[in-house]
């Protein structure tokens, strides 16, 4: 069965940070480029972050740039976004998603994974 699923997601602080998985079943993660999704409540779903599939090519939306990175592990099937820095408005549910090259450009996302919910609040 192809699938991704994510994990990782939770509550934390103002400042804290989280680690999320995104784990692929059914198909090699080295053959796609991966992007990081979220969505908030009554806002429009943004991009977060993309990693081509070599681990080469990154890209962060700015509302991220400095405190999220993403990386891979083809070893491991799984990429990562580790959040460091968080804020209140971070609050969202967050997707991985995979598809084919320049998937940051093309937006083709033709996998998805069932989301997480990550929230920041004291």
């Known amino acids: 069965q192809t699938q991704l699923v994510e994990s990782g997601g939770g509550l934390v602080q103002p400042g804290g940070s989280l680690r999320l998985s995104c784990a692929a079943s059914g198909f090699s993660l080295g053959y796609y480029d991966i992007s990081w999704l979220r969505q908030a409540p009554g806002k429009e779903r943004e991009r977060v972050s993309c990693i081509s599939s070599s681990g080469g090519s990154t890209f962060y939306a700015d509302s991220v740039k400095g405190r999220f990175t993403i990386s891979s592990d083809n070893a491991k099937n799984t990429v990562y976004l580790q959040m460091n820095s968080l804020k209140p408005e971070d609050t969202a549910v967050y997707y991985c998603?995979?598809?084919?090259?320049?998937?940051?450009?093309?937006?083709?996302?033709?996998?998805w994974g069932q989301g997480t919910q990550v929230t920041v609040s004291s």
């Open positions: 998603t995979a598809g084919p090259i320049d998937l940051c450009v093309t937006h083709d996302y033709r996998y």
